[in-house]
């Protein structure tokens, strides 16, 4: 009975000293070391294709990425918790102010690819990719518009014959850039949307059901004669799916593709400011994508660990310079090439 | 008394300790989440006051929060699913032990309780592309049909909503109160059910005695089965429709505490946002504290009388 007790007092010891041990080797960091980046989930697998290819030139960059979403990667960069965050929208000028006066540095926005939204829908009988006006999307999430023989649809869709059901609405409910690059453009082509819904990761959206991220929208949308959702582009290529043109705002009915996503960038790319945060919604030239964004990655321009300031540094720049072929073949856009060196000049302004 | 005295030696004694204080560090667990929820959610509760409880607005632009909606759906998804399994899982329970034969039972309780070892989010999946295309093409028409003069079974039909969720719930909690009564009624000495038999009881008011001898086990079952109802996450977000709305239909779409929270804390950035959120987690420790109380004061009081 007294041998038991030790032994499992001796066992408790150890599990207890053990585990404290590991603690205490992990608390200490070597200068230098692994470099962590923490954001949106979005770009996560051109990101992480990245670090692997970089880390084959440069044997020191190991760079750790969690994909906890653009939020999160957000109130990370402002807790100073990580080397660099990434979010699919840009901070607002009150998060950067927040972010500047509490690490007493300048946080800077580097776009790194472009990322876009399409609508898939279910309708039985119609297999062809249908028209669809701003007008007609934004009347739908807003429930002014409920059949799919409702002539703001019909009528760019002559040759079809559109059912008279009504129209099923899903939406993303988890927060997402997604969500957010939908909505924003959706603000910018309807007022009523801009004052009743607004423009955010997450929403109150006026009609219809919501699916947990890109799969739980498939999942509704598959299962759900006559519905319509939104989902990312790459998401929706990678499963198949049927995705609308949507009319741009020079009146061109436009499929998304790599190609249209990088002229809506090019397109947009004379009006960008120099703090670099722009929406490339709803951007002008013929053969743009109406609904599509930068994703940026967030870093602080004074970087106080010259090691992996370093290593952050060259990093960035062989992802601008070398790593567009990489996005291209994940179903990311690249950046235009004039974007391209405005990022460029952004991350020339790292300092260690 | 005076052995067992002398043989209680250090050793038992920072045993005694040292259990004692594993049990303390769970209890403060418990209580330090809670503080930290508290602190936490103190912009929302300044901003809101009571009001947030009984407020069905969830407006993360115009920063408008309300947790009626979450709470409704909560509770409702999982006292329906409840109502749904525990029957069930009475009936699991009374044929592997009183009925079924030793060679069946094994096989049988394997395959219940390996429904517990499914992860959440396959039952998800499940729900979005199985029961709920079978829900709106069969079930729901039916219940329409048959119960549709009851605002509770007529509307818009989707295939998702509350009792699709509901369902899920049911099957997933099945196996746990299933698996604790059949271990009460095991438990039932075999002397009172042959006393039944010779005082000349039938095999059903056998049962029903041994059922009645259980019921505080049986209780305290279906409580850990709706303590686990009232925080599962994936696997209703999955199929309850994600709206913040309270509709008398249970066909209609709606949201659960924990499910609002899993989607919108990773990308809430603003601070009453997050605050909102953390209230939400606050109010579901609380309705999961107070409902597992009421239980255990329904078995106290039904065990008295027994």
């Not at chain 1, 997450?202 to 919501?210: A, C, L, S």
């Not at chain 2, 909606?69 to 029957?87: E, N």
């Not at chain 2, 059903?204 to 303590?227: H, P, Q, T, Y």
Request: charge should be neutral; hydrophobic fraction near 45%; proline fraction near 4%.
């Amino acid at each position: 009975m007294k041998g038991r007790a030790a032994i499992v007092m001796l066992a408790a010891f150890l599990m207890c000293s053990s585990s404290c041990g590991g603690k205490r080797s992990l608390s200490v960091r070597k200068p230098g070391g692994q470099i962590n980046g923490a954001g949106a989930t979005f770009p996560y697998p051109v990101y992480s294709k990245w670090f692997y290819e970089y880390a084959k030139i440069n044997k020191d960059a190991k760079i750790n990425y969690q994909s906890i979403g653009s939020g999160g990667g957000i109130r990370q960069i402002t807790e100073g918790t990580v080397d660099f965050g990434a979010s699919d929208s840009p901070m607002s000028n009150e998060e950067i102010q927040k972010a500047d006066s509490k690490n007493g540095n300048k946080i800077i926005h580097i776009p790194t690819v472009i990322g876009s939204v399409v609508i898939t829908y279910n309708i039985p009988g119609i297999d062809k990719s249908i028209n669809l006006t701003p007008e007609a999307i934004s009347g739908i999430y807003l429930g002014n518009i409920t059949k799919w023989n409702d002539p703001a649809i019909q009528r760019e869709n002559a040759e079809m014959n559109l059912p008279d059901k009504d129209i099923i609405v899903t939406y993303r409910t988890d927060g997402s850039g997604t969500t957010f690059v939908f909505t924003d453009f959706l603000g910018k082509v309807n007022a009523e949307w801009k004052s009743r819904v607004g423009s955010a990761k997450d929403v109150k959206f006026p009609v219809g059901q919501g699916g947990k991220g890109n799969e739980g929208v498939t999942g509704l949308v598959e299962q759900l004669e006559y519905s319509i959702g939104y989902v990312e582009f790459i998401y929706a290529i990678q499963n198949n799916l049927k995705y609308a043109s949507v009319k741009n705002s020079e009146g061109e009915f436009i499929s998304p593709s790599l190609e249209s996503l990088t002229m809506a960038a090019e397109q947009s790319s004379g009006e960008m400011p120099p703090d670099l945060r722009q929406s490339i919604t709803n951007a002008k030239g013929k053969d743009s994508y109406p609904i599509s964004s930068y994703t940026y990655i967030l870093i602080y321009e004074n970087q106080r660990d010259s090691f992996r300031g370093k290593i952050i540094k060259g990093f960035l720049q062989w992802a601008l310079n070398e790593g567009g072929k990489y996005a291209k073949d994940l179903g990311y856009a690249p950046l235009p090439s004039g974007v391209r060196e405005k990022a460029l000049e952004k991350v020339n302004l790292i300092s260690f | 008394m005076k052995i067992i005295k002398s043989r209680k030696k250090i050793g038992d004694i920072l045993f005694e300790n040292l259990t004692m204080i594993f049990a303390l560090l769970v209890v403060c667990l418990v209580f330090y989440i809670a503080y930290i929820m508290f602190t936490d959610s103190e912009e929302s509760r300044s901003r809101f006051g009571f009001g947030f409880i009984f407020s069905s607005e969830w407006d993360p632009v115009k920063e408008e929060f309300g947790a009626l909606p979450f709470i409704y759906g909560t509770i409702v998804s999982s006292f329906l699913a409840l109502v749904i399994s525990l029957p069930v899982s009475i009936g699991v329970a009374v044929f592997l032990s009183e009925i079924v034969h030793k060679s069946v039972r094994s096989p049988v309780s394997f395959l219940i309780e390996i429904l517990a070892a499914i992860p959440s989010i396959i039952y998800g999946f499940w729900g979005i592309y199985v029961l709920a295309p079978y829900m709106r093409s069969s079930v729901q028409p039916l219940l329409e049909s048959v119960f549709g003069f009851l605002p509770f079974f007529n509307g818009a039909m989707y295939g998702t909503g509350l009792l699709t969720a509901s369902i899920i719930l049911s099957i997933m909690i099945t196996p746990i109160i299933s698996a604790i009564t059949r271990d009460v009624l095991k438990a039932i000495p075999v002397s009172q059910r042959e006393a039944a038999y010779a005082l000349g009881a039938t095999r059903w008011e056998a049962i029903k005695m041994a059922l009645l001898n259980a019921r505080s086990g049986i209780l305290g079952g279906a409580v850990l089965g709706l303590g686990r109802a009232l925080g599962e996450t994936m696997a209703v977000t999955m199929v309850i429709g994600n709206k913040a709305q309270i509709k008398a239909s249970l066909f209609e779409p709606a949201y659960s505490m924990a499910s609002v929270i899993a989607n919108e804390f990773a990308e809430a950035s603003g601070n009453l946002h997050i605050s909102s959120l953390i209230e939400i987690g606050f109010i579901l420790f609380g309705v999961t504290f107070i409902v597992n109380t009421l239980a255990r004061l329904l078995i106290y009081g039904m065990t008295r009388k027994a």
